[in-house]
């Protein structure tokens, strides 16, 4: 029997192209599912974490051993990712409703959601676009997927900030060598929502 | 300093000074959308459709002065996200003499006249704030006040409208975060409501516009519009890429 992972394109290009696919796939899924209430939220966020995760897995990408370090530099880009906008943005604050209880299971289902989005597009999709073009084409793509993936459920005025946290988060996962930095500053940052 | 801490260290440099300038730019604050459980309740309409939820929330807050200027307000209905908001800095509204507190109020409300072109979708909001006297509170020049309305689920092609006291007049709106909020940085309070424009969109849950819309009834064929192009857009792509690579990899495999 055929392995997923030994049928997956061996191309570093076609290895990307796939994981777009996969990733513009599930973001669009996701989306059809907003506005149905807290119980869908969970479960669609649930699915779609392990959709990502199976994609990254499948892809090739497996977690490193965690080492402290990491975390730290992935503090600090979470402070970076909550401070910056809080300092320098407008005062105006409007409210997207992202408090649903139980507050643990939230907690749970985000952090599956953010492990899974840093496991394909920090992991295993700017693997596959450095392999292909070098780092500034890993970090360019990965980050404009990073922000498009978010597109059906925010509207296009996410686009500037997504594109400008998935720079950063990139250039997490290149200081550090893998993706648990990223991870826990995207992990921080959604987090943070819940009392923005 | 070996190739690859530095390309990070260059991605993070580039990602703060974007991450500034996308924070500057952004005409309304909202908490980071870098991901996360999404919920949106089902949209409450004043006058639901058949089978849509009804009972819209409204909202009274009354806020004491903050050391002699109206303090920062935020309020907001209590649906899950809220389905109108509004959010002013300190020291927005001039004060009359012997104001000790204000009231910020948001209630929905039955159109207070027909729009001429397009339709409301969902509910018309009238947006409030007044001392402890009752008397209406208007803005300091200058300065303005956040007003953010939802529309029914997945409307996204809207604009914001506020009652001028005879018409309704069109204003400069922004995303408010999701899809489907509506955002403006207005200098007057009253009633506002989303509109949608052309026939083109049904209302989504698939109902007949509410009762008190005057515009051309929409088409019972869901089209693309505006708000929806984005979507269609990705999708292709999405789907271009997939059967492209899927003819390659089937390709490579023929003997």
Same mark, same amino acid.
């Given at each position: ?17 796939? =994981? ?60 970076? =990712? ?53 780092? #500034? ?29 998935? #720079?950063?988060? #990139? ?26 | ?30 908490? %980071? ?15 639901? %459709? ?101 529309? *029914? ?62 515009? *051309?009834? %929409? ?37």
């Amino acid at each position: 029997m055929t392995s997923l992972a030994a049928s997956w394109p061996t191309s570093a290009w076609h290895r990307a192209a796939w =994981l777009s696919a996969g990733l513009g796939a599930a973001a669009l899924a996701r989306s059809a599912f907003i506005g149905a209430g807290t119980v869908a939220a969970f479960v669609v966020g649930t699915t779609f974490g392990l959709t990502l995760l199976s994609l990254a897995v499948a892809a090739g990408w497996r977690p490193a051993r965690l080492r402290l370090g990491s975390l730290g530099v992935g503090i600090v880009g979470g402070v970076i =990712l909550i401070g910056i906008p809080e300092l320098v943005g407008p005062s105006s604050r409007a409210v997207i409703g992202i408090r649903p209880d139980p507050f643990l299971a939230w907690v749970a289902v985000t952090a599956l959601v953010v492990t899974a989005e840093e496991a394909l597009l920090r992991g295993a999709l700017l693997s596959a676009l450095d392999a292909a073009g070098g780092p #500034a084409v890993a970090v360019a793509a990965s980050s404009v997927a990073f922000a498009l993936m978010h597109v059906p459920v925010y509207g296009w005025g996410v686009v500037p900030i997504d594109l400008a946290a998935g #720079a950063l988060l #990139a250039g997490l996962r290149y200081l550090t060598g893998g993706t648990a930095a990223p991870t826990m500053a995207h992990l921080l940052a959604d987090m943070a929502t819940w009392w923005l | 300093m070996t190739r690859r801490s530095r390309a990070g260290w260059l991605t993070i440099a580039a990602g703060v000074l974007l991450l500034v300038a996308a924070a500057r730019l952004s005409p309304v604050w909202h908490g %980071p959308l870098y991901d996360g459980v999404v919920v949106e309740d089902p949209y409450r309409y004043l006058e639901p %459709p058949p089978g849509k939820p009804g009972n819209p929330t409204s909202v009274s807050d009354t806020l004491t002065l903050d050391q002699g200027v109206s303090p920062q307000l935020y309020s907001g209905t209590l649906e899950t996200p809220p389905q109108a908001q509004m959010i002013a800095d300190r020291d927005a509204f001039q004060l009359p003499t012997g104001t000790t507190s204000i009231k910020a109020s948001i209630s929905p409300i039955k159109p207070p006249a027909p729009i001429a072109e397009g339709r409301i979708s969902g509910n018309v909001y009238r947006f409030s704030v007044v001392n402890q006297a009752g008397a209406d509170l208007s803005l300091l020049p200058g300065t303005t006040i956040t007003i953010v309305v939802r529309a *029914p689920n997945n409307v996204a092609n809207g604009t914001l409208i506020h009652f001028n006291g005879t018409s309704w007049d069109r204003v400069p709106t922004d995303n408010g975060g999701l899809m489907d909020l509506y955002a403006t940085n207005a200098t007057v309070l009253g009633d506002y409501a989303v509109l949608v424009s052309g026939a083109q969109t049904p209302e989504p849950s698939g109902q007949a516009p509410p009762s008190f819309s005057i515009g *051309p009834t %929409p088409s019972a064929t869901p089209g693309p519009t505006g708000g929806q192009t984005p979507w269609l857009v990705i999708g292709l792509v999405a789907a271009a890429i997939l059967v492209a690579v899927l003819w390659r990899t089937l390709g490579d495999r023929e003997p």
